[in-house]
């Protein structure tokens, strides 16, 4: 049980990393083209991302903790 905990945790992990990457990539498309509608859309990208990361780890750390 405790693995299968484990490896879920992995898996958020591993999603929440694929998103950064892509928000990464889609803040260096958008610094090559700046415009004001862009820089909202990204603000908000990134504020639903961190949260997501958040979450993510904070779940991962309940995991470990044994809480879950």
Do not use: C, V, W, Y
Not at 25 to 35: D, F, G, H, V
Not at 39 to 56: F, G, M, V, Y
């Amino acid at each position: 049980m405790a693995n299968e905990r484990l490896i879920l945790a992995i898996g958020q992990l591993e999603r929440a990393l694929t998103r950064l990457e892509t928000a990464q990539a889609q803040l260096s498309e958008a610094a090559t083209a700046p415009s004001d509608a862009g820089n909202s859309d990204i603000a908000e990208r990134h504020a639903r991302l961190k949260s997501a990361a958040a979450e993510a780890l904070a779940g991962m750390d309940a995991i470990l903790a044994g809480k879950r």
